[in-house]
Structures are given as C-alpha cells and as structure tokens.
C-alpha cells in the first residue's frame, strides 16, 4: 500500500502549515527536449505537488515532494545510516522546491488518455528543459483547476507586490503563457539511470508482506529506471499501484436511495452546481453530475429539507439538521457535508458552484434553515453581527493574531514493538472491573455481573491519583512513575449520612485532592462531601431550597490544589458561590447573579484568577471577571446545545463542546479602546466579537466514523491538557470507540485535520490528561481504565479509522498470568486486576 503524506484529506487542501493547496498524486520528470543528456529523466515515480506560503510577504513556493510506499521511508533510513536525515542533501532527494515566478512559465495542458500535465521552466538548466508533473487520472479536475488559478494569483502578488484580490481576470491572463511551445511529451524515449533508485526498497517491503498478504513481486533488474521497471521474464510494465495494494480493491460506492421530498413551503435557497461523492474504498470525492440543483426549503413545524437533483435524476433528499456537519470552504467555493440513512448507514457529499456569490447565497439559506431548526425562532430575529457570527464559524478559516513560528517539528514516535517483545512487557494500564473470586479458577471472568459501567474520571492535582465513578462505587487508580496506571482501592458504597445508596451525577475533588464534592441526580439542592481518606459521605450541604444545582466548578483553575474551601455553581439561570462554612443554606447571597429569563445555563469552568466562563443549552457563553455582576462578554450561539465548558488557564482560550463539533473562541481583544484585554475583563465592541472558531471531524472522516460504528458523532466533554505553568498545546474528546487529539498550534494555523486518534473496541465514556502533561491520556471505557500514551494515537487514515493493524484474540501466557489480547488491548490475568468487584 501507498503511504500518502496526506491520507484521508479532501480531494484539496493540507495538513502543512504552509501549504495552500495541493495535488495529492503524481510523477515528476525532468524532459531535457534538445540536451544529448538524454530525453526524459524521471524524478519522482509518486509525488505530491503544492503551493505554499514563505516567510516573507507575496512569495510562494511551488513545492513537489516524495511519496514513500509503506516501509520505503524505514528501510532506505536503516541503509543510510541514523545521519541520513540530517544530511544536507536529504532534503533535495524528496522535495524539489521552486520560487513561483512569472520567469517559470508554469502552465498546464490536459491529453486525451494522458490526464493533465503541469509544466515549467527549469531555470538552472539548458535551452528548453522542463519540469513536468504527470497529474494522476484520479485528480479532480475541480482540483487542478483550483491550483492553476492559485499559482497565477502568487505570481501576480510576487510581480505587483500587492494581494491578488486587487487583480482582475485580465491581470490574471498575462500568467496563462499561451505562446509557448506545446508541452513535450513526459514519457521517456530513452530515461538515464537514476543516481538512486528504491526498487530495493519495494523488493524488501514485498518480501516482508509475502508471507502474509501472498502478493509476491520479482526483482527489477540493477540499474533500471523507475518507470522502465518491469518483470525479469516479462517485457511488460510493472503493474499499476492499485493492483499491488495488499487489499483488493473494491467496487466504487453507491448513493443510498432518494426519499420524497416533503412539500416544500417555502424556498429559502436554490442554486446551481457541481455534485461529487465521496467513495469509502478510494478514499476521495468522485464528480457524479457537472450540473445540479441543490434547494433548501421549509417544509414546516421547523423542519427543514435539502434536495439535489438534475434535470434527469434526483441525488439526495435529506433533513437539515446538525448531523449533517456542514463545511463551507470558500477558497474552493464548496459545501461539504454528510448524510444519515435509516439503517445507520453515512454518505459524505461536496457540492461545488462557481463562484463565491453563488456559495454565500446557498450558505445563508442552508445556515438560515439549520438555526432555525434548532432554536425555532426565526433566522430574520436575528441581529445581523450575530448572524454574521453563525456564518463565519462554519468556514474553513484561520484564527487571527496567530504568532509566526518555525516548522513544526514531528512528534517522536516509539519504534514498533515485536509481538514476543509486548507479551514480555505486559501493559499495567489497563485494569479490568470484575475478577472471579474463586483462587482456584486460572481463567479470569472477563466482564463484570452488576450492569452498572464507568461513568466519569476526575483527575487529581495534588496527588497522582485518578477516580472513577461506577455506578454507586468510585474507583481508585495510581498514576505510576512508567506513566501507568495501578489499582490502589476501591470506595465500594457512595451513600448519603443517612445511609441512602445514590449514583453520582458529577464528582469534583476539593481540599488538595483530600474531599470530593459530589451531586445526587435524585436532589439537586443538596452536594455531598466525601472524605477520601476515609471513604465515605461526611457531609451534606443544602446549598438552597429555590436554586437547584445544575453543575459546578472550582474557585478558580487550580483551587483543588489548595485549601479553598468555596467553589462555583449555576442553576438554569444563575450564577452563585458555594460556602459550606456557612450556617443553613450554603449559597453566598451576596454573589448570586440570578437572570429573568431561562438562560438554561449548562456548563461553567474559570480561569488561574478565578475569571468564570458560563455556557448554555441555547449555545451562548457568558464571560465574567468575578460574581454578582452582568456578564462582561456575551458571545452569541452557534445554534447547538454546549455540553461541556473548558477554558485556558490565563483565560486567552474558551473552549465549548457541542454534540457534534468543538467550539474555540480567542477572548483577547485585537483592537479597539481594549486592545489586548481579555473579554473577562472588559467588554467586546459591538462589531468586534471574538471570531469563533468550530473544530469539526472533516465531512469524510465523519462518514467513515459512521460507517464503522453505525453511529453519529457524540463528543464527550473536551478538555485542554493542564497543569501549573505549562502552556496548552492539546485538546481531548471522544466519540463512539475513538478518542481524538487536537493540536492546538495546527488548530490556530488552519490546518484541515489538525487531530490524530486511538480507536477502542469498546465506547469510550470519560477521558482527560494526566495533570502536568499533554503526552497522557486517562481513557475510561465501560469495564476498563486506562492510561494512553499520546504517541500512540494516529493520523485519520481508513486503516486507523477501522482498527485495521489490530491483533485478534488469542491466549497468551506470560510471568504465570492467562489474559487475551484483543484488538490491541490486553485482557488482565488474576494478578493483574482489582481485588474488588470494581
């Protein structure tokens, strides 16, 4: 199989912080048409080619790098040498990168049966050599035309040194080089040796699959060119990429059939454009129709309808509703987004329409239908900045004010382990929740009796300790020095002073790790005090009769390393102090700010200096410099209910979690009276809201997760990794059997998948960082914990999408302990689990 440096990405776009676009797949060739070196020399037999950005300002470059086939990278590292990387020449063997001029005459010409051919002037050499880039046939046209059109808006910026919005049609023509000669032929009439070439490397690979994959390939002979590779017995070409993928290829997708569309009521948006399909097995959009109309309409009772169709079929009919994640890229003027069958099966589809007033026209009747179905009010209510804020938070964009820094460097990856390796080196990590009692027994019951699951996970600060909550029981996990976890208790019984067997609704640890504040769904005026070091429930608080407690948070950041005895709380709608030093009702009066309306405030979190951040179910967030006061910043709804509430410790970052993306909004102000002020602390402006930012699973990516699971996206509460002066670079949540990773840099950059993830067989039900670091993750599954590594989490590609690479079960025997290993995961022998029902 072929290792892209961009698998899984749309059909454009980049993960690169510098890149602009790309064109994921390709042949390089240098074609010497009058030079007795010889005719054609192939540079790169697989290759990307992109624009990106430089340091300085209207300079690009045009930039084409190497693809390796799977363990190519490895084996041409283990033959160079460990210094092979840093050799000054590492970088000219797998990328060839060109300032983009107007002195290149880049250009493109398309063949009949040759697909598309880009071209440009190789400056260093003789009369007439070129560079040709060989466009695969599976790259869209919509992509390279997309690239053509960036390539000559960056020669126009270098030339006229202004930004390429000031162009007209007519400035962009003069880059189109129409009198040049036709593009010479890339194919080689007689290709010279390459100075290296890697059939070595594909020999090797090949062999180390054949035992178990059967595929099987001769040799190339010595000194063949890449392109001239073929079978010693045979005079025929080597056989193209798909057919020497390990799996077979399979059969393109279908589109699911098209419900009736309901009678529509009102047209609020009909457009016409480009439909493409996204296809699981190839892993890119496919054009299925150059011309279609794509029509939202109101079909009442706050319904709403998208229909797709041509003037000879109709495509999709689907309901406008949050599950369809909607993605507006404006650079590529298309709209992508999913579809949900009743069988639990998902599409992804991408329309594309021609110019940008065409896609702000869609966008604001598809955005229009979306917040109206969710807040049923209607989008004409809404003031225009507002509205205006709901688009912007659906477009792929940058966030402002974002510091320039070097190339980010890759994360250290531990190398493979062997198998025999692993099973010498059994994960403590992972503790299963039930064991059979009987010592007699070698075989280990694998799941527990009661039908109770993991629940939540709070993380201490003081202590290295994790507890997590099951059901009426909390277990008690040790962070271990090899950054694992170990068993220490279990607390069996959660119960009030008078003796009343309860499940915790949220637990918080308080008082140095010592206390646990706990809530009993069954009565929300009242919290709990448990002492750790006992075990058990020591006090109730009735925090006041009215005012029922929806959830709370500490004083501040990192109050649960001290000994501050208040903390924060909200109702549906108010904003209060909890003091249990306080006789009778422990709510400070005082500090109660208490709103009219239902604000059906959901979440809260604060700041190092006790700044509070307060989120709704409406999907509006409230900022406040301290209690008893009106918000200083009220930042307007998205539309879906917020679920989960984080923010920064220096307040700079506020982070929502709505059931089907993440919300990060930048409360510093970046211009105006307060400038460099935190919404905390004084107001926005009225026309200067912070610019939100909405992290989403890409659309495909979103499919493919519900193509595996049978299920939508459901994040759990998104976390930044925290601790004491330490900057947060990383953001954690789950869906289904996945935990996600955003980096937070690459977030900030724009970069279009900015995640990388860990697939379970089982739901994940709790997650969070250790404290003090972003490199651990404490995972809570139904009926195990565990401590991840981050290193272990991967780029989105179909494989790690599907938990391909995983092991099946078989019984393994180490150290005298039983355990099963499935899908990458060991079931724990009886030494290994709690001496608890937990």
């Known amino acids: 199989m072929f290792v892209l440096k961009n698998v899984g990405k749309l059909i454009f776009g980049n993960s690169s912080q510098e890149s602009m676009i790309e064109l994921p797949q390709g042949q390089l060739y ?143 023509q003069q880059f189109e080089f129409e009198d040049e000669q036709p593009i010479p032929q890339a194919s080689p009439i007689q290709s010279p040796t390459i100075g290296r070439t890697f059939e070595s490397a594909d020999d090797m690979f090949f062999a180390k699959t054949a035992a178990n994959t059967g595929v099987k390939r001769e040799a190339a002979p010595p000194q063949q060119s890449l392109t001239a590779a073929t079978d010693p017995e045979q005079d025929t070409p080597e056989p193209p990429r798909e057919e020497r993928e390990v799996r077979a290829p399979a059969r393109e997708m279908a589109p699911p059939p098209v419900p009736t569309q309901p009678e529509p009521l009102e047209i609020l948006s009909m457009e016409l454009g480009e439909l493409h399909f996204f296809d699981f097995p190839s892993g890119s959009f496919i054009l299925k129709d150059t011309s279609v109309t794509a029509q939202v309409s109101d079909v009442g009772n706050w319904q709403y309808w998208l229909q797709v169709a041509s003037k000879d079929q109709e495509w999709l009919g689907i309901p406008v509703i949050a599950d369809i994640n909607p993605v507006f890229n404006f650079e ?132 290295d300790r994790s ?37 915790p609704k949220k637990a918080m640890l308080h008082n140095e790790d010592r206390n646990m504040i706990l809530q009993n769904e069954a009565d929300p005026t009242k919290l709990y005090r448990m002492d750790l070091e006992y075990g058990k429930v020591v006090d109730e608080w009735n925090v006041h009769d009215d005012v029922p407690v929806v959830t709370f948070a500490p004083e501040n950041k990192f109050a649960q390393m001290t000994h501050e005895p208040t903390f924060l709380g909200i109702s549906h709608n108010s904003l209060f102090r909890v003091d249990p030093r306080l006789a009778g009702n422990k709510l400070v009066d005082s500090q109660l700010k208490q709103y009219a309306s239902k604000n059906d405030f959901s979440a809260i979190s604060t700041t190092e200096k006790g700044y509070v951040a307060v989120a709704s179910n409406k999907g509006d967030i409230r900022l406040f410099d301290r209690l008893g006061i009106n918000a200083k910043t009220h930042i307007p709804a998205l539309g879906e209910p917020i679920l989960g509430l984080d923010v920064s410790a220096d307040g700079r970052w506020v982070l929502g979690t709505c059931r089907t993306y993440l919300l990060l909004i930048d409360a510093k102000q970046k211009s105006g009276k307060n400038e460099g002020r935190l919404g905390f602390e004084k107001s926005f402006a009225a026309d200067s809201k912070p610019q939100p930012r909405r992290l989403a699973l890409t659309p495909e990516h979103v499919a493919q997760f519900a193509y595996e699971t049978g299920k939508p ?55 969070d960082f250790k404290f003090g670091t972003d490199q651990n993750v404490i995972v809570a599954l139904p009926n195990e914990v565990n401590m991840v590594a981050k290193k272990q989490l991967k780029r989105p590609t179909r494989d790690s999408i599907a938990g391909f690479g995983a092991q099946l079960s078989t019984p393994r025997r180490s150290s005298g302990r039983i355990g099963t290993r499935e899908s990458g995961r060991y079931k724990l022998g009886k030494e290994d689990v709690v001496a608890s029902p937990f």
């Not at 003027?333 to 594309?352: C, H, K, M, P, V």
């Not at 009426?472 to 271990?480: D, L, M, R, Y």
């Not at 090899?482 to 309860?502: C, D, Q, R, W």
Request: glycine content about 6%.
């Open 30 to 172: 240098l074609v010497r048409p009058l030079s007795p070196k010889g005719y054609s020399e192939l540079i790169f037999k697989d290759a990307t080619a992109r624009i990106r950005r430089t340091g300085q300002d209207f300079q690009y470059q045009l930039v084409v790098q190497r693809v390796y086939e799977e363990g190519e990278a490895e084996l041409l590292a283990d033959e160079e040498g460990e210094d092979a990387e840093i050799d000054a020449l590492a970088n000219e063997r797998d990328e060839k990168t060109f300032l983009l001029d107007e002195a290149l005459h880049f250009r493109l010409e398309t063949r009949p049966g040759s697909g598309t051919i880009l071209a440009w002037k190789d400056l260093s050499g003789d009369v007439g050599d070129l560079y040709e880039f060989v466009c695969d046939s599976g790259v869209q046209s919509m992509q390279i035309e997309a690239f053509e059109r960036i390539a000559k808006q960056c020669q126009y910026e270098r030339k006229y040194r202004k930004p390429h919005t000031t162009a007209s049609e007519s400035d962009l």
């Open 332 to 463: 590529f003027l298309s709209f992508i987004f999913n579809q949900f069958t009743e069988d639990g099966s998902a599409y992804s589809w991408l329309l594309r329409f021609k110019d940008q007033q065409t896609l702000e026209r869609f966008q604001e009747g598809l955005m229009r239908a979306l917040w109206e179905q969710l807040n049923e009010i209607k989008w004409t209510k809404v003031k225009d900045q507002e509205r205006q804020y709901v688009l912007d938070a659906f477009e792929d964009l940058k966030m402002e004010d974002v510091p320039e820094e070097g190339p980010e460097e890759e994360e250290e990856q531990e190398p493979d382990v062997d198998e025999e390796e692993e099973e010498e080196d059994e994960d403590p990590g992972i503790r299963s929740e039930h064991y059979d009692s009987d010592e007699e027994h070698d075989d280990l019951e694998t799941q527990p009796q009661d039908k109770a699951t993991n629940k939540s996970i709070s993380v201490g600060y003081k202590h």
């Open 467 to 503: 507890f997590v909550v099951r059901g009426s029981k909390i277990g008690v996990f040790k962070h271990a020095p090899n950054n694992h976890l170990e068993f220490s208790t279990n607390i069996s019984e959660v119960k009030t002073p008078k003796g009343a067997l309860f499940t």
């Open 713 to 767: 996206v459901t994040f759990t509460p998104a976390r930044f990794n925290v601790g004491q002066s330490l900057e947060e670079t990383s953001i954690i949540t789950a869906t289904g059997p996945y935990i996600i990773d955003w980096n937070l840099k690459k977030v900030l950059r724009g970069a279009k998948a900015p995640y990388t993830i860990k697939r379970y067989t089982d739901e994940v039900k709790a997650d």
